[in-house]
Nanobody, 125 residues
Framework: QVQLVESGGGLVQPGGSLRLSCAVS????????MGWFRQAPGRERECVAA????????YYPDSVKGRFTISRDNAKKTVYLQMNSLNPEDTAIYYC??????????????????WGQGTQVTVSS
């Protein structure tokens, strides 16, 4: 059974940084494409970053491009989301997701089968 556990969320001031981690309990982590999503109250869950199985390709929407960085450590079975220059619009619950049936970048929430429980990120002064 695939389990994902996020950590690293919290309260941060505007302009600050946070690093989220997602530990994945699977036999072969490199078989899984990974994504980070967020969901704010009253809004749909949106992809903020995605990475291929090998880590060679990444995706970011314009809203976070240049501020967020996704990376993965296949030996540690962990995916990270470095978030810089945070602003109040980044406030949301952040989820990591995993999928092993897709070869490339997976940016749609409908494509992911496995999800973590989420971690709250609040950007406020």
């Amino acid at each position: 059974q695939v389990q994902l556990v996020e950590s690293g969320g919290g309260l941060v001031q505007p302009g600050g940084s946070l690093r989220l981690s997602c530990a994945v309990s699977v036999r072969t982590f490199s078989d899984y494409a990974m994504g980070w999503f967020r969901q704010a109250p009253g809004r749909e869950r949106e992809c903020v970053a995605a990475i291929t199985k090998s880590g060679s390709l990444t995706y970011y929407p314009d809203s976070v491009k240049g501020r967020f960085t996704i990376s993965r450590d296949n030996a540690k079975k962990t995916v990270y989301l470095q978030m810089n220059s945070l602003n109040p619009e980044d406030t949301a619950i952040y989820y990591c997701a995993a999928e092993d049936k897709y070869l490339g970048l997976l940016t749609s929430r409908h494509g992911y089968e496995y999800w973590g429980q989420g971690t709250q990120v609040t950007v406020s002064s």
